[in-house]
């Protein structure tokens, strides 16, 4: 099934009550990489074998350093691949946390102010109901996302740019969901249009933007906005569960993936994806502001937190006690201080990458199923609460 909102909730909420532990006192830090990987494996495994996905992966690191890489399972189902830890997913949602830190990345270099109206890059969205490039990133900004559950080949058309598909949602019959800065609603359609500000700012596409501002800097070769017609080294295919029989599984319905652009177009692997989040939180890419505001929660028009006011009672029971930044959500500290994360679904690929800031730890899950029950996000989380953070 394509990307749309509604899966991304429905998939948070499986996932949030998973990811759920009890808080642990204050302690000395235990950091047994061999065990944890033991146990990540298990977890893997265990998905594979209950018909979870047909493989998986996932590795961790501390402070930039690899403390293991495993993976599970079967690439292909049709060339019997094996599933390998550098192997190549789609990584859904975790786009957004990328397109953003491109917002920030021309914000700190001058060239664009997060609180502008996004109709100075944008005109064609409406002037009467401005809404600013900040409001985008927090999900704040009210914008209607139309999305539905289809998505047909392109076969001599040129894929469309981000500003080609930010003028499409202009245009939408029902342009706001709520007045701009008024509530929070997690809306794919923020990030599109945020893809298209960076578009229009840097005169290149997005992918080459992110390609020669993110990915080449910092040597995420594995990295990049995908697209239908690339020939991938190591790409994973996708597939989705047949209902009523574990371990069976069908092609993914089909995307043009290009078309979710900067919410969700991306394509990457676990260890890429550890070593972005050490970049980012090493302030590499920019300095300490900057990432301080990529993980600071919205706020409303008003002065609340965007979390106090969420548009649908959907989105209360899905996300629970967790706040939005930009591209990231917000963990309150416990025992293991702050931590962020962020979901990834999409057809036939279900991600989980995750930050405990005040560790220097990061975990990264990729699974070539559609998200659902016995994916091994939990047990690998739990592989670092267990061997990796602090314990009473």
Not at 114 to 120: N, R
Not at 202 to 213: C, H, I, N, R
Not at 294 to 309: F, Q, Y
Not at 333 to 347: A, L, T
Request: charged fraction near 15%; glycine fraction near 10%.
């Amino acid at each position: 099934m394509p990307l749309t909102r509604r899966r991304f909730l429905g998939g948070t909420a499986a996932v949030g009550a998973a990811l759920a532990l009890p808080a642990m006192a204050a302690a000395a830090v235990k950091d047994d990489a061999s065990k944890a990987a033991q146990q990540a494996s298990r977890a893997l495994s265990d998905a594979v074998k209950a018909g979870a996905c047909p493989g998986s992966a996932a590795c961790m690191a501390r402070h930039g350093q690899s403390g293991f890489a495993v993976a599970m399972g079967i690439a292909n189902l049709e060339t019997g691949t094996q599933m390998a830890p550098d192997s190549i997913f789609r990584i859904g949602s975790l786009t957004k946390q990328f397109t953003a830190a491109l917002v920030l990345k021309l914000a700190a270099q001058g060239k664009l102010n997060l609180d502008d109206p996004t109709q100075l890059y944008l005109p064609f969205f409406p002037a009467d109901k401005p809404f600013t490039l900040r409001e985008l990133a927090n999900h704040t900004a009210g914008i209607h996302s139309d999305e539905n559950d289809s998505s047909c080949a392109r076969e001599t058309t040129p894929a469309l740019s981000q500003v080609d598909l930010a003028r499409a949602i202009s245009q939408q019959k029902q342009a706001f969901d709520f007045p701009p800065g008024t509530a929070w609603l997690y809306s794919n359609a923020n990030y599109i249009v945020l893809g298209a500000v960076v578009e229009k700012v840097t005169g290149k596409s997005l992918a080459v933007a992110a390609t020669e501002m993110i990915f080449r800097p910092l040597g995420l070769a594995r990295t990049s906005f995908d697209t239908v017609d690339a020939v991938v080294p190591g790409r994973v295919d996708g597939y989705s569960r047949t209902d009523g029989a574990a371990g069976t599984f069908v092609h993914a319905h089909y995307i043009d993936i290009a078309e979710a652009g900067g919410a969700g177009a991306m394509r990457s692997c676990c260890d890429d994806l550890c070593r972005w989040h050490h970049a980012l939180f090493a302030n590499q890419l920019f300095d300490a502001n900057w990432t301080q505001t990529m993980i600071t929660p919205g706020r409303l028009r008003d002065g609340r937190i965007s979390g106090a006011h969420r548009f649908s009672p959907e989105d209360n029971a899905s996300y629970g006690d967790v706040q939005y930044g930009m591209g990231l959500l917000i963990a309150r500290p416990d025992s293991s201080g702050r931590s962020v994360q962020h979901y990834g679904f999409i057809n036939g690929f279900a991600a989980l990458l995750q930050t405990w800031l005040d560790q220097g730890l990061t975990m990264a899950v990729l699974c070539n199923a559609d998200i659902g029950p016995g994916l091994p996000f939990h047990g690998v989380r739990q592989a670092a609460v267990d061997h990796l953070l602090p314990h009473a």
